[in-house]
C-alpha cells in the first residue's frame, strides 16, 4: 500500500482510492510511470530523449496549460487513474496511451483500454471527473459513474469507425511484445469490423468506470457506499462485466504543483 493512498477494495468489483497526500512513494511511482503511461511502454523503453522523464513532463504541461479548468481536472483524473490502478492491479497492463497520436491534446476515443495478462480480455475504460461543490462525495461519484456509463454505453454501441481505429493504433503504439501486439489488434479489428456492420452492443464488452471526484470541503467517501452505486450500476447489466473506480482527492492543485515542480530549469 503507498504511503497516503488508501484503497478500499471489494468482491464485487468496486475500488475505492483516497488520495490522503502526495506522499514521496506515490512521487516515485508517478516518475517511474510518466513516460510509460503518456507514450505507451514500447516508447518509454527506447532512450531517445523525447520520451524522457523531463520532455514528457514538459509536454504534458504544453496540452494541459491551456485547457479549461474541467478539462484539467479531467487530465489530472485520468492520469491518476492510470498510475493508481495499474499500480495496484498488476494484472491488467495499459493498452493505449494517455497522449493523443494525432495532435496537441488529450486523445480522442476510449481513455483507456486494458488487456487483463490472465484471460487476454480487453476492457474499456471511461474516466468522469469533477468537484463536489454542495454536493456529498458519494452522490457525486454517483453522478458521475452514470455519465461515465452512458458516454461508455455510447460509444460501444456506435459504428464510429475511428473510435476503433484509434484503439487499434494506440495498441500499436504501446505494447512492446510483438505476438502480443498482433494478438490485441486483431482482437480490436474484430471489434471493429463488428461497429462498422451495425452489430457492436455494449453487453459484448467488459467495462471500467472511473469517477474522479475532488471533493473540496467534503468529507470523503467510504468504499461501502461506493460498492452500493457500484452494485446499482452492475446489476442494468448494460456490459459484459463491470468495474467501478473512485477516486477521491481534495483538490486538483497538489497534483499539478508537484508535477510542475518536477520540471529542471534551464
Request: proline letters at 0%.
Amino acid at each position: 500500500m503507498l504511503k497516503g493512498v488508501q484503497l478500499e477494495k471489494s468482491e464485487t468489483g468496486s475500488l475505492c482510492f483516497t488520495i490522503e497526500d502526495i506522499s514521496d512513494e506515490l512521487k516515485v511511482v508517478i516518475r517511474a510511470r510518466l513516460s510509460e503511461i503518456c507514450h505507451g511502454a514500447a516508447k518509454a523503453s527506447r532512450t531517445t530523449l523525447i520520451y524522457s522523464y523531463q520532455a514528457t513532463l514538459k509536454a504534458f504541461f504544453g496540452k494541459f496549460d491551456n485547457k479549461s479548468l474541467d478539462t484539467q481536472k479531467g487530465m489530472i483524473g485520468e492520469l491518476l487513474t492510470h498510475v493508481l490502478f495499474l499500480h495496484y492491479e498488476d494484472e491488467f497492463r495499459a493498452a493505449s496511451p494517455f497522449f493523443n497520436m494525432e495532435e496537441d491534446s488529450i486523445k480522442k476515443g476510449f481513455d483507456l483500454v486494458l488487456h487483463h495478462r490472465g484471460t487476454s480480455e480487453i476492457w474499456f475504460v471511461e474516466v468522469k471527473a469533477g468537484e463536489c461543490g454542495v454536493e456529498s462525495s458519494i452522490n457525486k461519484l454517483g453522478g458521475l459513474l452514470s455519465l461515465a456509463k452512458n458516454d461508455l454505453k455510447t460509444a460501444l454501441n456506435s459504428e464510429r469507425n475511428t473510435l476503433w481505429q484509434n484503439a487499434v493504433n494506440g495498441a500499436n503504439l504501446v505494447m512492446q511484445d510483438s505476438e502480443l501486439k498482433s494478438q490485441i489488434e486483431t482482437l480490436l479489428e474484430s471489434f471493429n469490423e463488428k461497429a462498422v456492420a451495425g452489430a457492436s452492443v455494449s453487453t459484448d464488452y467488459n467495462a471500467v468506470l472511473v469517477a474522479v471526484c475532488f471533493s473540496g470541503e467534503q468529507t470523503f467517501a467510504t468504499g461501502a457506499e461506493f460498492e452500493g452505486r457500484h452494485i446499482s450500476q452492475r446489476d442494468m447489466k448494460e456490459f459484459r462485466d463491470l468495474m467501478s473506480i473512485a477516486l477521491q482527492k481534495a483538490t486538483i492543485q497538489s497534483v499539478v504543483d508537484f508535477l510542475r515542480s518536477e520540471i529542471e530549469v534551464g
